[in-house]
Protein backbone atom coordinates (compact mmCIF):
# COMPACT_ATOMS: atom_id res chain seq x y z
CA UNK A 1 0.00 0.00 0.00
CA UNK A 2 2.88 2.46 1.18
CA UNK A 3 4.64 1.83 -2.09
CA UNK A 4 0.98 2.44 -4.53
CA UNK A 5 1.10 5.79 -2.53
CA UNK A 6 4.18 6.99 -3.09
CA UNK A 7 3.69 6.14 -6.91
CA UNK A 8 0.30 7.95 -6.49
CA UNK A 9 2.44 11.11 -4.77
CA UNK A 10 5.58 10.59 -7.66
CA UNK A 11 2.66 10.96 -10.44
CA UNK A 12 1.04 14.02 -8.62
CA UNK A 13 4.75 15.69 -8.25
CA UNK A 14 4.79 15.03 -12.15
CA UNK A 15 2.12 16.10 -13.38
CA UNK A 16 2.63 19.82 -11.54
CA UNK A 17 6.03 20.03 -12.42
CA UNK A 18 4.70 19.78 -16.11
CA UNK A 19 1.98 22.76 -15.55
CA UNK A 20 4.64 24.53 -14.43
CA UNK A 21 7.39 23.52 -16.75
CA UNK A 22 4.74 24.57 -19.43
CA UNK A 23 4.62 28.15 -17.72
CA UNK A 24 7.80 28.31 -17.42
CA UNK A 25 8.52 27.71 -21.49
CA UNK A 26 5.30 29.83 -22.47
CA UNK A 27 6.20 33.06 -24.08
CA UNK A 28 2.69 34.74 -22.03
CA UNK A 29 0.44 33.68 -18.89
CA UNK A 30 -1.66 31.51 -19.34
CA UNK A 31 -5.32 30.76 -18.33
CA UNK A 32 -6.78 26.95 -16.84
CA UNK A 33 -8.47 25.82 -19.99
CA UNK A 34 -5.74 27.26 -22.08
CA UNK A 35 -3.50 24.69 -19.83
CA UNK A 36 -5.36 22.05 -19.60
CA UNK A 37 -6.19 22.16 -23.59
CA UNK A 38 -2.97 22.31 -24.68
CA UNK A 39 -1.24 19.48 -21.65
CA UNK A 40 -4.49 17.30 -22.47
CA UNK A 41 -5.37 17.38 -18.75
CA UNK A 42 -8.65 17.75 -17.08
CA UNK A 43 -9.60 21.28 -15.87
CA UNK A 44 -10.20 20.17 -11.73
CA UNK A 45 -6.26 18.45 -11.96
CA UNK A 46 -5.18 21.86 -13.49
CA UNK A 47 -7.53 23.58 -10.79
CA UNK A 48 -5.87 21.16 -8.45
CA UNK A 49 -2.47 21.54 -9.18
CA UNK A 50 -1.90 25.01 -9.79
CA UNK A 51 -3.79 25.68 -6.40
CA UNK A 52 -0.76 24.09 -5.00
CA UNK A 53 1.56 26.29 -7.03
CA UNK A 54 -0.44 29.29 -6.14
CA UNK A 55 -0.23 28.67 -2.28
CA UNK A 56 3.47 27.79 -2.59
CA UNK A 57 3.87 31.48 -4.21
CA UNK A 58 5.93 29.73 -7.12
CA UNK A 59 2.53 30.57 -9.63
CA UNK A 60 1.87 34.47 -9.54
CA UNK A 61 -1.88 36.05 -11.77
CA UNK A 62 -0.89 38.10 -14.44
CA UNK A 63 -4.31 40.03 -15.61
CA UNK A 64 -7.15 38.42 -17.25
CA UNK A 65 -8.12 37.22 -20.82
CA UNK A 66 -10.54 38.82 -22.63
CA UNK A 67 -13.96 38.63 -22.57
CA UNK A 68 -16.15 35.88 -24.46
CA UNK A 69 -19.48 36.94 -23.13
CA UNK A 70 -18.99 35.02 -19.71
CA UNK A 71 -16.53 35.75 -16.49
CA UNK A 72 -13.07 36.39 -17.51
CA UNK A 73 -10.25 33.93 -16.67
CA UNK A 74 -7.62 34.28 -14.86
CA UNK A 75 -3.94 34.19 -16.46
CA UNK A 76 -1.28 32.84 -14.46
CA UNK A 77 2.51 32.72 -14.93
CA UNK A 78 5.60 31.48 -13.11
CA UNK A 79 6.64 33.75 -10.11
CA UNK A 80 10.15 34.73 -11.50
CA UNK A 81 11.14 35.89 -8.14
CA UNK A 82 9.99 33.08 -5.89
CA UNK A 83 13.80 31.94 -5.76
CA UNK A 84 17.16 32.75 -6.91
CA UNK A 85 20.76 31.88 -7.14
CA UNK A 86 23.96 33.20 -6.75
CA UNK A 87 27.35 32.73 -8.97
CA UNK A 88 30.70 33.91 -8.55
CA UNK A 89 33.12 34.42 -10.85
CA UNK A 90 36.59 34.24 -9.46
CA UNK A 91 39.40 35.94 -10.50
CA UNK A 92 42.94 36.53 -8.46
CA UNK A 93 41.59 39.76 -7.33
CA UNK A 94 37.99 39.87 -7.25
CA UNK A 95 34.60 38.51 -7.12
CA UNK A 96 32.13 38.60 -9.54
CA UNK A 97 28.79 38.05 -7.49
CA UNK A 98 25.39 38.12 -9.52
CA UNK A 99 21.63 37.12 -8.20
CA UNK A 100 19.56 35.44 -11.11
CA UNK A 101 16.03 35.07 -10.40
CA UNK A 102 13.92 31.75 -11.45
CA UNK A 103 14.01 32.88 -15.68
CA UNK A 104 18.19 33.84 -14.60
CA UNK A 105 17.48 37.44 -14.74
CA UNK A 106 19.90 39.07 -12.93
CA UNK A 107 18.61 41.18 -9.87
CA UNK A 108 21.53 41.80 -8.50
CA UNK A 109 25.48 42.44 -9.13
CA UNK A 110 28.76 43.60 -7.89
CA UNK A 111 32.28 43.09 -8.25
CA UNK A 112 34.08 43.50 -5.26
CA UNK A 113 38.32 43.16 -5.27
CA UNK A 114 40.14 40.75 -2.95
CA UNK A 115 43.70 40.30 -1.27
CA UNK A 116 45.51 37.89 -3.65
CA UNK A 117 45.69 34.22 -1.58
CA UNK A 118 47.12 31.05 -2.66
CA UNK A 119 45.15 29.95 0.15
CA UNK A 120 41.61 28.08 -0.83
CA UNK A 121 40.60 28.82 2.70
CA UNK A 122 41.35 31.73 2.91
CA UNK A 123 39.85 32.46 -0.39
CA UNK A 124 36.59 30.61 0.67
CA UNK A 125 36.34 33.24 3.90
CA UNK A 126 36.81 36.11 1.52
CA UNK A 127 34.05 35.28 -0.07
CA UNK A 128 31.84 34.19 2.46
CA UNK A 129 32.46 37.26 3.79
CA UNK A 130 31.32 39.33 0.74
CA UNK A 131 28.22 36.81 -0.27
CA UNK A 132 26.66 37.79 3.42
CA UNK A 133 27.38 41.74 2.62
CA UNK A 134 26.00 40.99 -1.13
CA UNK A 135 22.68 39.63 0.64
CA UNK A 136 22.19 42.18 3.20
CA UNK A 137 22.82 45.05 1.11
CA UNK A 138 20.65 44.14 -1.77
CA UNK A 139 17.92 42.79 0.51
CA UNK A 140 17.61 39.27 -0.66
CA UNK A 141 15.91 36.69 1.12
CA UNK A 142 18.19 33.43 2.36
CA UNK A 143 15.07 31.45 2.64
CA UNK A 144 14.58 31.86 -1.30
CA UNK A 145 18.31 31.16 -1.64
CA UNK A 146 18.95 27.85 -4.02
CA UNK A 147 22.85 28.06 -3.21
CA UNK A 148 25.92 29.22 -4.57
CA UNK A 149 27.65 28.24 -7.61
CA UNK A 150 31.40 28.83 -8.16
CA UNK A 151 33.06 29.10 -11.02
CA UNK A 152 37.11 29.49 -10.84
CA UNK A 153 39.61 29.98 -13.64
CA UNK A 154 40.42 26.66 -13.17
CA UNK A 155 40.65 22.79 -14.60
CA UNK A 156 38.89 20.44 -11.98
CA UNK A 157 38.78 17.09 -11.97
CA UNK A 158 36.07 14.84 -13.67
CA UNK A 159 34.46 14.80 -9.70
CA UNK A 160 34.86 18.26 -9.13
CA UNK A 161 36.63 17.84 -5.83
CA UNK A 162 39.84 19.06 -7.06
CA UNK A 163 41.97 21.86 -8.90
CA UNK A 164 44.18 20.27 -11.19
CA UNK A 165 45.80 23.55 -11.97
CA UNK A 166 44.66 27.34 -11.75
CA UNK A 167 48.18 29.38 -13.10
CA UNK A 168 46.07 32.81 -12.64
CA UNK A 169 45.27 31.70 -8.96
CA UNK A 170 48.83 30.23 -8.45
CA UNK A 171 46.98 27.18 -7.60
CA UNK A 172 47.69 23.66 -8.42
CA UNK A 173 46.73 19.92 -7.49
CA UNK A 174 44.55 21.36 -4.39
CA UNK A 175 41.39 19.73 -2.63
CA UNK A 176 38.25 22.15 -2.56
CA UNK A 177 36.92 21.33 0.53
CA UNK A 178 38.61 23.81 2.33
CA UNK A 179 36.46 26.30 -0.15
CA UNK A 180 33.42 24.05 0.33
CA UNK A 181 33.34 24.43 4.49
CA UNK A 182 33.97 27.85 4.15
CA UNK A 183 30.56 28.87 2.52
CA UNK A 184 27.57 28.12 4.76
CA UNK A 185 25.27 27.74 1.63
CA UNK A 186 25.14 24.74 -0.81
CA UNK A 187 27.55 25.54 -3.48
CA UNK A 188 28.70 23.86 -6.76
CA UNK A 189 31.92 24.73 -8.46
CA UNK A 190 32.62 24.98 -12.01
CA UNK A 191 35.18 25.94 -14.92
CA UNK A 192 34.75 29.30 -15.77
CA UNK A 193 34.12 29.14 -19.29
CA UNK A 194 32.13 25.95 -19.19
CA UNK A 195 30.10 27.90 -17.04
CA UNK A 196 29.30 30.59 -19.74
CA UNK A 197 28.89 28.26 -22.25
CA UNK A 198 25.73 26.43 -20.22
CA UNK A 199 24.27 29.72 -19.31
CA UNK A 200 24.97 30.60 -23.48
CA UNK A 201 22.70 27.37 -23.94
CA UNK A 202 20.19 28.11 -21.95
CA UNK A 203 19.45 31.14 -24.12
CA UNK A 204 19.61 29.33 -27.35
CA UNK A 205 16.57 29.12 -28.85
CA UNK A 206 16.88 26.10 -30.04
CA UNK A 207 18.99 24.42 -27.81
CA UNK A 208 21.28 22.45 -29.65
CA UNK A 209 24.50 21.40 -29.28
CA UNK A 210 27.19 24.18 -29.53
CA UNK A 211 30.78 25.40 -28.80
CA UNK A 212 31.30 28.12 -27.01
CA UNK A 213 34.31 30.60 -27.47
CA UNK A 214 35.23 33.00 -24.52
CA UNK A 215 37.49 35.68 -25.41
CA UNK A 216 38.65 37.64 -22.73
CA UNK A 217 41.93 38.65 -20.55
CA UNK A 218 42.43 34.72 -21.69
CA UNK A 219 40.80 32.75 -23.94
CA UNK A 220 38.92 29.61 -23.42
CA UNK A 221 35.99 27.71 -24.11
CA UNK A 222 33.23 24.83 -23.83
CA UNK A 223 31.74 22.03 -25.74
CA UNK A 224 27.96 21.73 -24.64
CA UNK A 225 26.34 18.63 -26.29
CA UNK A 226 22.44 19.10 -25.79
CA UNK A 227 22.93 21.06 -22.78
CA UNK A 228 25.43 18.76 -20.75
CA UNK A 229 29.04 19.50 -20.86
CA UNK A 230 31.72 17.46 -22.72
CA UNK A 231 34.78 18.16 -20.47
CA UNK A 232 37.39 15.27 -22.31
CA UNK A 233 39.11 12.35 -20.74
CA UNK A 234 41.32 14.64 -18.34
CA UNK A 235 38.64 17.95 -17.93
CA UNK A 236 40.49 20.19 -20.54
CA UNK A 237 37.60 20.06 -23.80
CA UNK A 238 37.30 23.54 -25.17
CA UNK A 239 40.79 24.68 -24.33
CA UNK A 240 39.88 26.97 -27.84
CA UNK A 241 42.80 29.31 -26.26
CA UNK A 242 45.56 26.97 -26.87
CA UNK A 243 44.71 25.69 -30.58
CA UNK A 244 47.90 26.71 -32.75
CA UNK A 245 46.97 29.52 -35.25
CA UNK A 246 49.82 30.46 -36.39
CA UNK A 247 52.73 28.03 -36.17
CA UNK A 248 56.37 29.05 -34.33
CA UNK A 249 54.23 32.65 -33.62
CA UNK A 250 53.41 35.03 -30.85
CA UNK A 251 55.00 32.83 -27.42
CA UNK A 252 51.70 31.88 -24.98
CA UNK A 253 51.45 31.67 -20.90
CA UNK A 254 51.13 27.86 -21.75
CA UNK A 255 54.90 27.98 -22.73
CA UNK A 256 54.05 27.02 -26.66
CA UNK A 257 54.15 29.55 -29.25
CA UNK A 258 51.28 30.44 -31.60
CA UNK A 259 48.35 29.65 -29.44
CA UNK A 260 45.08 31.38 -30.07
CA UNK A 261 45.47 33.08 -26.63
CA UNK A 262 48.47 34.76 -27.92
CA UNK A 263 46.44 36.90 -30.34
CA UNK A 264 43.19 37.06 -29.36
CA UNK A 265 42.84 37.52 -25.83
CA UNK A 266 42.11 41.29 -24.14
CA UNK A 267 45.56 41.76 -23.69
CA UNK A 268 46.72 41.83 -27.20
CA UNK A 269 44.62 44.89 -27.59
CA UNK A 270 44.92 46.36 -24.32
CA UNK A 271 47.78 45.60 -22.12
CA UNK A 272 50.36 45.45 -24.19
CA UNK A 273 49.23 48.60 -26.41
CA UNK A 274 48.77 49.93 -22.09
CA UNK A 275 45.27 51.51 -23.08
CA UNK A 276 41.75 50.08 -22.29
CA UNK A 277 39.60 47.97 -24.43
CA UNK A 278 37.50 50.47 -24.63
CA UNK A 279 40.33 53.16 -25.95
CA UNK A 280 41.02 50.23 -28.29
CA UNK A 281 37.67 50.35 -30.10
CA UNK A 282 36.92 54.02 -30.31
CA UNK A 283 40.38 54.60 -31.65
CA UNK A 284 39.22 51.58 -34.05
CA UNK A 285 35.98 53.34 -35.14
CA UNK A 286 37.85 56.45 -35.19
CA UNK A 287 40.08 55.09 -38.01
CA UNK A 288 43.43 54.51 -36.16
CA UNK A 289 45.67 52.68 -38.56
CA UNK A 290 48.08 50.78 -36.08
CA UNK A 291 44.50 49.79 -34.51
CA UNK A 292 43.05 48.95 -37.62
CA UNK A 293 46.36 46.86 -38.78
CA UNK A 294 46.27 44.78 -35.37
CA UNK A 295 42.47 44.52 -35.26
CA UNK A 296 42.85 42.65 -39.22
CA UNK A 297 45.32 40.55 -37.53
CA UNK A 298 42.94 39.36 -34.52
CA UNK A 299 40.34 38.71 -37.12
CA UNK A 300 42.85 36.75 -39.23
CA UNK A 301 44.01 34.51 -36.47
CA UNK A 302 40.47 33.79 -35.18
CA UNK A 303 39.18 32.80 -38.03
CA UNK A 304 41.72 30.23 -38.24
CA UNK A 305 40.65 28.82 -34.78
CA UNK A 306 36.75 29.12 -35.98
CA UNK A 307 37.24 26.88 -38.72
CA UNK A 308 39.40 24.35 -36.60
CA UNK A 309 36.37 24.21 -33.83
CA UNK A 310 33.81 23.78 -36.54
CA UNK A 311 35.86 20.95 -38.64
CA UNK A 312 36.19 19.13 -35.47
CA UNK A 313 32.82 19.39 -33.88
CA UNK A 314 30.48 20.24 -36.79
CA UNK A 315 28.54 22.44 -34.72
CA UNK A 316 27.45 26.66 -33.64
CA UNK A 317 30.21 28.26 -32.44
CA UNK A 318 29.35 31.25 -29.73
CA UNK A 319 31.27 34.15 -29.41
CA UNK A 320 31.30 35.07 -26.23
CA UNK A 321 33.48 36.92 -23.22
CA UNK A 322 33.96 40.20 -22.29
CA UNK A 323 35.19 41.01 -25.92
CA UNK A 324 32.14 39.89 -27.50
CA UNK A 325 30.21 43.51 -26.84
CA UNK A 326 32.28 44.81 -28.90
CA UNK A 327 31.98 42.42 -31.99
CA UNK A 328 28.34 43.14 -33.72
CA UNK A 329 30.09 45.69 -36.02
CA UNK A 330 32.65 43.19 -37.34
CA UNK A 331 30.79 39.85 -37.36
CA UNK A 332 30.22 40.10 -40.93
CA UNK A 333 34.09 40.41 -41.61
CA UNK A 334 35.05 37.90 -39.40
CA UNK A 335 32.25 35.45 -40.90
CA UNK A 336 33.82 36.21 -44.66
CA UNK A 337 37.28 35.37 -43.39
CA UNK A 338 36.07 32.08 -41.53
CA UNK A 339 34.08 31.08 -44.94
CA UNK A 340 37.56 31.72 -46.47
CA UNK A 341 38.82 29.05 -45.47
CA UNK A 342 35.96 26.56 -44.67
CA UNK A 343 35.11 24.14 -47.54
CA UNK A 344 31.82 22.92 -46.73
CA UNK A 345 29.94 27.00 -45.87
CA UNK A 346 29.96 29.59 -48.03
CA UNK A 347 28.47 32.14 -44.94
CA UNK A 348 29.80 30.66 -41.62
CA UNK A 349 26.56 31.42 -40.25
CA UNK A 350 27.02 29.46 -37.89
CA UNK A 351 29.54 31.89 -35.97
CA UNK A 352 27.02 33.58 -33.28
CA UNK A 353 27.43 36.20 -30.63
CA UNK A 354 26.04 35.97 -27.04
CA UNK A 355 23.34 36.54 -25.33
CA UNK A 356 25.29 37.47 -22.60
CA UNK A 357 28.24 39.69 -23.18
CA UNK A 358 28.87 40.75 -19.39
CA UNK A 359 27.94 37.84 -16.89
CA UNK A 360 27.48 34.83 -18.58
CA UNK A 361 30.56 33.23 -16.59
CA UNK A 362 28.19 33.83 -13.56
CA UNK A 363 25.06 33.69 -14.69
CA UNK A 364 25.84 30.63 -15.84
CA UNK A 365 26.90 28.74 -12.45
CA UNK A 366 24.18 30.46 -11.23
CA UNK A 367 22.01 28.29 -13.30
CA UNK A 368 22.82 24.73 -11.85
CA UNK A 369 20.54 25.24 -9.02
CA UNK A 370 17.69 27.35 -11.04
CA UNK A 371 17.77 23.51 -13.19
CA UNK A 372 18.00 21.39 -10.57
CA UNK A 373 14.88 23.53 -8.80
CA UNK A 374 13.12 23.02 -11.80
CA UNK A 375 14.04 19.58 -12.14
CA UNK A 376 12.89 18.54 -8.68
CA UNK A 377 9.62 20.52 -8.25
Given amino acids: MEKLHQTATERRRITRNHIYRYLYAAPGSRSKQEIADDLALSLPTVHQNLSELLRAELVRPDGMSESTGGRRAMRLTVAENARFALGVSVSGDHFRILAANLRLEEIAY ?5 PRTVSLGELGRLLATELERFLRDFGLNRDKLLGVGIALPAILNAERTRILAAPTLH ?3 VDLQPLSDAIPYPITVSNDATSGGYAEWFAQNEQDSMAYLSLEGG ?4 VLMNGAPYTGLNGRSGEFGHICVQPGGLPCQCGQHG ?3 AYCSSARISTDLGITVEQFFDGLASGNLAYRTLWADYLQHLAVAL ?17 AQYLAPYLPELRRLTAQRDPFNQDAAYVRLCHYPKHAVPLGVALHFISRFLDQL
Fill in 110 to 114: RKASH
Fill in 171 to 173: LHD
Fill in 219 to 222: VGGA
Fill in 259 to 261: CLE
Fill in 307 to 323: VTIRMALDCNIVLGGYL
